[in-house]
């Protein structure tokens, strides 16, 4: 089962290490980034998700809010990236 064509779902950042685990492991990180974007608040779309090449933060389920990226040169206010 493939998720070809699947739109946004929710934010990465607010997926259960459960739910992240019931992923088709098929998924491909640009998949991922279409399904479970990082958060608004975060310039580094959708390459964000992307594993060990991606925010090692947003992909060991460290964040948990805006609070936590503000130090981040990564970081843009809410709404200012185009959600998707």
Known sequence: M???GRKFIKYFHE???KEFDAIP???TYLELGEMYPPPPW???WPEAVYGIMG???????????????KGCD?????????KP
Request: glycine residues 6%; aromatic residues 8%.
């Open 42 to 44: 975060c310039s580094h």
């Open 2 to 4: 493939k998720p070809k």
């Open 15 to 17: 997926l259960t290490k």
């Open 55 to 69: 925010c090692a933060s947003l992909c060991s389920f460290m964040v948990t809010g805006e609070d936590y990226c």
């Open 74 to 82: 990564q970081f843009l206010p809410t709404g200012r990236r185009n």
């Open 25 to 27: 492991k098929a998924t």
